[in-house]
Nanobody
Framework: QVQLVESGGDLVQPGGSLRLSCAAS????????IGWFRQAPGKEREGVSC????????YYAAFLKGRFTISRDKAKNTVYLQMNMLMPEDTAVYYC???????????????WGQGTQVTVSS
């Protein structure tokens, strides 16, 4: 059974950092791309970053401007999203999802986690 479980969301002050985790089970990470998406209240879901586990190729949304870093631990079947210099506009529910294509187009992802809340506020 394919499962993706996010964790690590929290309330953090502007300028702070968080690391999100996406634990995958029921499939081998090496054969897939894992993407991070987010959805803020009243806004559409947007792609944040993705990583192709086989070779570590990663891609980021332009609006991040280098603040986030995606990585994977094959032994733990887990993908991480390190988020630095967080801003209030980063507040959203963050989801990880699985695809066979390195893209931030959500419809190309077939399995999704339940999401983890990130709130950036003073």
């Amino acid at each position: 059974q394919v499962q993706l479980v996010e964790s690590g969301g929290d309330l953090v002050q502007p300028g702070g950092s968080l690391r999100l985790s996406c634990a995958a089970s029921g499939f081998t990470l090496d054969n897939y791309v894992i993407g991070w998406f987010r959805q803020a209240p009243g806004k559409e879901r947007e792609g944040v970053s993705c990583i192709r586990s086989s070779d570590g190729y990663s891609y980021y949304a332009a609006f991040l401007k280098g603040r986030f870093t995606i990585s994977r631990d094959k032994a733990k079947n887990t993908v991480y999203l390190q988020m630095n210099m967080l801003m209030p506009e980063d507040t959203a529910v963050y989801y990880c999802a699985r695809s066979t294509t390195a893209t931030l187009t959500g419809r190309l992802y077939d399995y999704w986690g339940q999401g983890t809340q990130v709130t950036v506020s003073s």
